[in-house]
């Protein structure tokens, strides 16, 4: 297939661009930077809510594009909540259009876990209540929406995939995850707020490449997906693991802050993306910190 994915030098999109040269796609970047981060076939550089969108085709050396992955997000907060609106729904609704135009067959994009808010009901389905915590997460439920009606009214194929918490090379520093491997890597003490009993589900980046590689192709694949893996674990748990892991001298130490999400549990049900598509993620917690600590 011939596949255009937005947002390619972000940390998902570099990793989706190699997965997919690996199994021999012709891969096309888009971004924003003017020279593409991971080796693709072609790149584009280009602004996702401008009209740039429609003049695709004529920046391109194939004549055919035959399926959309849409990775490009703003995930600004505030004061930026017009330009995420602007940047989200409308670059989404473009590339949509431009689907519908060019008879693009395949359009997928991620979404994220938290649309539904705190969760209520266990394990976590696609059927969940929403309550988007912020306005970046009410632009994924409205992109949601976006790619559903040009699937039933126009017979774009879509899928969206509510992803839960990323890992891998590149994933971003300052999260839970690679700071803990870090600190314990180095000998530094762990800090936990609250109870350290709040449950976070690990996916390993490469996992969401091979599921979105499996959807290009499974014509099951329609509406809303949770993309996620077994890797269940408390932040507690987390800290326990990279010390063990690592051997590592570290202290797990208790901050005495509270932290308003201990009691969040997101515990997710892959039993719908298990049957549309036959994902099932293969990258342990384990080896996803061992991974992160050799690289860093």
Same mark, same amino acid.
């Given at each position: 297939?011939?596949? $255009? ?6 940390? &998902? *999109? ?9 199994? *021999?796609?012709?891969? /096309? ?14 790149? &584009?550089?280009? =602004? ?13 050396? %194939? =004549?055919?594009?035959? +399926? &959309? !992955? ?14 995420? @609106? ?19 067959? %395949? ?16 394990? !976590? ?24 009606? +040009?699937?039933?009214?126009?017979? @774009? ?5 509510? /992803? ?6 590149? @994933? #971003?520093?300052?999260? /839970?995850?690679?700071?803990? %491997? ?20 690990? %996916?390993?980046?490469?996992?969401? +490449? ?15 997906? #949770?993309?996620?893996?077994? #890797? ?12 063990? $892991? ?5 202290? /797990? !130490? ?12 997101? =515990? ?25 600590? #050799?690289?860093?």
């Amino acid at each position: 297939m011939k596949v $255009l994915i937005t947002g390619s030098n972000g940390f &998902i *999109g570099g990793h989706v661009c190699k997965y997919l040269k690996e199994k *021999g796609e012709y891969v /096309i970047g888009l971004g924003r930077r003017e020279k593409s981060v991971p080796e693709v076939d072609e790149y &584009i550089c280009c =602004d996702m809510d401008s009209e740039a969108i429609d003049g695709i085709m004529a920046s391109v050396k %194939v =004549d055919k594009i035959d +399926a &959309i !992955i849409h990775l490009a997000a703003d995930m600004r907060k505030e004061p930026y909540n017009v330009e995420v @609106v602007a940047h989200n729904c409308v670059g989404t609704q473009r590339l949509l259009e431009f689907a519908e135009r060019e008879h693009i067959g %395949v359009f997928l994009q991620l979404s994220s876990l938290p649309v539904i808010g705190k969760p209520e009901e266990h394990p !976590i389905t696609e059927k969940h209540s929403l309550k988007p915590p912020t306005v970046y997460h009410a632009t994924k439920i409205a992109e949601e929406l976006l790619a559903n009606y +040009a699937d039933y009214m126009h017979g @774009v194929r879509t899928a969206s995939f509510r /992803i839960s918490a990323p890992v891998g090379p590149g @994933v #971003n520093p300052k999260t /839970i995850f690679p700071t803990f %491997v870090t600190k314990a890597k180095n000998g530094e003490d762990l800090i936990l707020s609250g109870k350290g009993s709040r449950v976070q589900t690990y %996916v390993h980046v490469r996992d969401i +490449a091979k599921a979105l590689y499996l959807a290009l192709y499974s014509g099951k694949a329609h509406g809303i997906y #949770n993309l996620s893996s077994y #890797n269940a674990v408390s932040n507690k748990q987390l800290a326990e693991l990279c010390v063990k $892991l690592l051997e590592s001298d570290s202290r /797990i !130490i208790f901050s005495g802050k509270e932290d308003f999400m201990d009691d969040y549990i997101w =515990d997710v049900s892959l039993e719908h993306i298990k049957e549309d598509i036959g994902y099932e993620p293969e990258i342990l917690i384990e080896e996803a910190i061992l991974e992160y600590a #050799n690289m860093a």
